[in-house]
Structures are given as structure tokens and as C-alpha cells.
């Protein structure tokens, strides 16, 4: 039972464009939603992250957007850079249970 | 040291061998959390410690699995008489207990492989 979706397995952007890296989750007790960036042999690294009481958060070129009603969430990234080419993990977590339920991920590559 | 350290990188273990995956967690962080991540998969949880307090274990998946946090810093996760399935990437990661907008701090992982 998957409960957290990212259902593009990979996505390519150029260069300056927009980059929009969407997730899905079903359990609705999940209040706390982060993603994470992993390069090739390195672990994930934590980017961006949005409670439930609020609707966007950004972080200079990043943007996360949490619908609750529609239960999903995406990564905006603007404008896309080469560094940005990595896999994406959507993860979340509902209060008083510290571990993440992750998605399977999504490979962004830039293109130059 | 800077960031959480996991030994060794990788590992070849022939199946039923025992092994022992090590993970420095960064220095003064209270959780420590064990995640397995198979190919083409995300990270999928194992087991937490609170100092070393194991708080939750319901991830392991079965009672081959074995971790521990005796001095609430270093951890080592066991798993005994390998099987094929077990082979995946170990991810360790540390907190120092939530608080404001941060996930945790994972290491690089290691890869174990059953032959």
C-alpha cells in the first residue's frame, strides 16, 4: 500500500525553465510533508519542507504548494539549473511519529 | 565529525553470512533512524532511537534484523543469515529532535549486496 505517490518516474526541463515535480499521499493523518534531493551515491539531502496549516512555502528558487483537500503537493523549482538534475523524494510524516513514509521518486534532468 | 558516517560503503555478503552496518550519527543528535532503500525504490523506514532508547522497530522486517544504540550515539544495525531480498542501500540518518522546518541529516548509505 503506497501511501505516498510520486507517479512520474522521470522528468526532463530545460535549462531557465520551470520545474514542477508533483506527489500524491492517502493517509490523512500526514501533517508534515519534506523533499529531499539525492545525487548518484550520496544519501538524500533534506530541501524544502511544509506543515499542513499552510499552503506554500518557498525557499529562494523553491516552492512547495500542499493542497490537503486534493491530498497533493508539488515542488516548483524556478529558474531550473544543471546542479538541479538529481532524484526527488516526497516524504511525509503525520505528529507524534517521527519517521518519513517516502514516494519512489522522481529523476530531474536538466537539460543545457 | 560534520556529517552523519556510514561503514563500510559497501558490502558483498554470500547468503546466510551475518553483517554489521555502522553509522556515526552527527555528534549531540538525540534520534537516530535506520532506513532500507531497494532499487528503484525510496527510502523505507526501519527502526528509530531516542538516545539509546528504541522507540520503534516496526519496520524491520523480521527478527533477522537486529539494531542497536547501546551509548546513544553509534549505532549498528545487524542482520543475520542474509537472504538475497536483503540486498539494498542502508540509509542512517540523525535529528536533533525537531524542531522548526528541517528534515533529518542522512548518510551516504551502505550498499550491501547478497550473493
Known amino acids: 500500500d503506497q501511501q505516498v505517490k510520486q507517479n512520474s518516474p522521470s522528468l526532463s526541463v530545460q535549462e531557465g525553465r520551470i520545474s514542477i515535480l508533483n506527489c500524491d499521499y492517502t493517509n490523512s493523518m500526514f501533517d508534515y510533508f519534506l523533499w529531499y534531493k539525492k545525487y548518484p551515491a550520496e544519501g538524500p539531502t533534506f530541501l524544502i519542507s511544509i506543515s499542513s496549516i499552510k499552503d506554500k512555502n518557498e525557499d529562494g528558487r523553491f516552492t512547495v504548494f500542499l493542497n490537503k483537500s486534493a491530498k497533493h503537493l508539488s515542488l516548483h523549482i524556478v529558474p531550473s539549473q544543471p546542479g538541479d538534475s538529481a532524484v526527488y523524494f516526497c516524504?511525509?510524516?503525520?505528529?507524534?511519529?517521527?519517521?518519513?513514509?517516502f514516494g519512489t521518486g522522481t529523476r530531474l534532468t536538466i537539460i543545457p | 565529525g560534520a556529517g552523519v558516517s556510514q561503514s563500510p560503503r559497501y558490502k558483498v555478503a554470500k547468503r546466510g553470512q551475518d553483517v554489521a552496518l555502522r553509522c556515526d550519527p552527527i555528534?549531540?543528535?538525540?534520534?537516530l533512524f535506520w532506513y532500507q532503500q531497494a532499487l528503484g525504490q525510496g527510502p523505507e523506514f526501519l527502526t528509530y532511537f531516542q538516545n539509546e532508547a528504541q522507540l520503534d522497530k516496526s519496520g524491520l522486517p523480521s527478527d533477522r534484523f537486529f539494531a542497536e544504540r547501546p551509548e546513544g550515539s553509534v549505532s549498528t544495525l545487524k542482520i543475520q543469515r542474509t537472504q538475497q531480498e536483503d540486498s539494498a542501500v542502508y540509509l542512517c540518518a540523525s535529528s536533533p529532535n525537531r524542531d522548526g522546518d528541517y528534515g533529518y541529516t542522512f548518510g551516504s548509505g551502505t550498499r550491501l549486496t547478497v550473493v
Open positions: 516524504a511525509a510524516e503525520h505528529f507524534g511519529n517521527e519517521k518519513l513514509t
Open positions: 555528534s549531540g543528535h538525540v534520534s
